[in-house]
């Protein structure tokens, strides 16, 4: 049910941003996308306070930026987007889509709650922590469809594979993933939301989806650490 909540409270933030969206001037509109961006580094510097090994976070970074440039994921995903942005838009050509759509799914996929929350609902503990992240996605959800439009509304679609495939998982996930590694795992999805954020900030273009492996290290190196 948790996961289930979830990914409706996107859908539905998603959908009252949209219709914010049309009354909206672009000028302003650029101004709210730059208070997101805000918004997010302060998630994103929040997040990073509970790791407790620097050393495990810079090797994670390091050799999970190397597999994720050489599988490429952010052009796997950004061509996915695009595709669907082509079928969904008749072809019209900057409407912020793929934006919308990579930088909510990282957003909204990339964290403590996400995990934590999908494994006690998985588990049968409670719904609580899912619940609450409902509230906050659907809230970012909002803000997010009426900056950069209708692409957001399909980063559901990855919320509820993932948060769904961890909570059908759960009983084979939960023995491995004990408090310090979920500590280490927070702490380095939370260096990417901070780079999601210079992103939305338009101080940098960094291609944080090929960052994504980097949260799975602290997995292999907290065994050894």
């Known amino acids: 049910m948790g996961v289930i909540v979830n990914f409706l ?4 933030g998603s959908l009252i941003g949209l219709i914010f969206k049309k009354g909206i ?39 999970g930026a190397a597999l994720g440039e050489l599988i490429n994921i952010d052009k796997g995903i950004n061509r ?8 969904l838009t008749r ?15 990282l957003l909204f996929c990339v964290g403590a709650m996400t995990v934590v929350g999908s494994l006690n609902c998985g588990l049968g503990i409670e719904n609580n922590t899912l619940y609450t992240k409902a509230l906050l996605d659907g809230i970012s959800s909002i803000i997010f469809a009426s900056s950069f439009g ?22 084979y996930i939960a023995p491995l993933l004990t408090t310090t ?43 050894f650490m």
Not at 80 to 87: S, V, Y
Request: aromatic fraction near 6%; hydrophobic fraction near 55%; charged fraction near 10%.
């Open 181 to 223: 590694i979920v500590n280490e795992m927070t702490c380095v999805g939370s260096l990417l939301i901070i780079a999601l954020s210079l992103n939305l900030l338009g101080l940098c273009k960094l291609k944080v989806a090929n960052y994504l492996p980097a949260i799975f290290i602290p997995i292999a190196l907290c065994q």
């Open 9 to 12: 409270s996107v859908i539905a």
């Open 80 to 87: 996915l987007a695009h595709f669907a942005e082509k079928k």
């Open 25 to 63: 001037p672009d000028r302003i509109g650029d101004t709210i996308t730059k208070g997101v961006g805000l918004c997010v580094m302060l998630i994103g510097i929040k997040g990073i306070l509970v790791g407790e090994n620097t050393l495990i976070t810079v090797i994670s970074v390091v050799v």
């Open 150 to 171: 209708f692409g957001v509304i399909f980063s559901a679609i990855p919320v509820l594979i993932l948060q769904g495939g961890i909570a059908l998982s759960a009983h």
């Open 91 to 105: 072809g019209a050509e900057n409407t912020g889509f793929a934006n919308g759509f990579v930088s909510a799914t």
